[in-house]
């Protein structure tokens, strides 16, 4: 079973991590890399924003996935860590 805080934690991570970044241009490239890792439209994108969609563990590590590629092996950052 989902708990409600749970989901609603993964969005808020999320959405932090979203709105940190500098500019439209910059989300609209990391939005459609993870829409087209986890083979979802835009609009499950923002459900999973709005926290309406749970993020489940596979999805949660193809966004980490995603938002890690460039970095060093070690220094990777779980958005979702608590």
Request: hydrophobic fraction near 35%; proline fraction near 0%; charge should be positive.
């Amino acid at each position: 079973m989902i708990s409600y805080e749970e989901k609603k934690r993964r969005a808020d991570c999320l959405r932090r991590w979203y709105f940190h970044l500098r500019g439209y241009k910059a989300r609209s490239v990391e939005r459609r890399r993870i829409n087209q890792k986890l083979a979802i439209s835009n609009d499950n994108f923002y459900k999973m924003l709005e926290g309406r969609t749970y993020i489940n563990d596979q999805r949660a590590k193809v966004i980490n996935d995603v938002i890690n590629r460039h970095c060093i092996a070690g220094l990777e950052w779980d958005i979702f860590a608590n």
